[in-house]
């Protein structure tokens, strides 16, 4: 079975994105800065390394519907190529891009997991966006969470963890440090585990 995976960079002020997000900025304004540890050349090892596992492992991706809004054009393509599930209130049809489908998704997160589960196989889902990452938090459907925590501070922006959240246990189970970036992955503990 698949397992779900919340996988983000963020600034050491907690925000995955920069503030004003939208057509104009897709990551907010300096928001590109959290991904300089992907984009950056040449790449180093470590970096090269959490790339590729998280290429290698990634079945199905669940989105919500504003990540797809402000970076389908920006991909121009599907943001792995694996088929994705956009969770939104407006039926549409599927849309089919070169590596992926984008399937919308409109009664609720686990129809969105059951979809994702079932063309995943032994593969990784993956989430994108902040708000689907809280409703999967809440709703105890995270198995494991990465945080690549990149060296700047954004000052403002889009925030992974909502401070109303439940208390939610975390083992961290394993670190990688290059200059771009610490790579924390941790197992989220179930029923009291």
Not at 76 to 82: A, I, K, L, T, Y
Not at 113 to 136: E, H, P, S, T
Not at 143 to 148: A, C, G, P, V, W
């Amino acid at each position: 079975m698949s397992k779900v995976i919340l996988d983000m960079s963020m600034s050491l002020d907690g925000f995955i994105a920069g503030a004003n997000v939208g057509k104009e900025y897709p990551m907010g304004v300096n928001g590109e800065d959290l991904h300089t540890w992907i984009f950056s050349t040449p790449k180093d090892k470590v970096d090269a390394d959490v790339e590729r596992e998280m290429f290698a492992k990634t079945g199905a991706v669940i989105l919500g519907n504003r990540t797809f809004e402000v970076g389908v054009d920006l991909w121009g393509d599907v943001p792995f190529p694996v088929p994705s599930f956009v969770l939104t209130h407006k039926k549409r049809e599927t849309l089919i891009k070169k590596s992926g489908t984008f399937t919308f998704v409109t009664d609720g997160i686990e129809s969105a997991l059951q979809q994702a589960q079932a063309v995943a196989g032994d593969k990784d889902v993956r989430l994108m966006g902040a708000d689907i990452a809280q409703q999967f938090l809440s709703a105890g459907l995270i198995d494991e969470i990465q945080i690549n925590h990149v060296p700047i501070l954004l000052g403002d922006g889009v925030r992974l963890f909502d401070l109303g959240m439940k208390n939610i246990q975390l083992e961290k189970d394993r670190v990688l440090d290059s200059p771009h970036a610490t790579h924390i992955h941790y197992r989220v503990l179930k029923g009291g585990s």
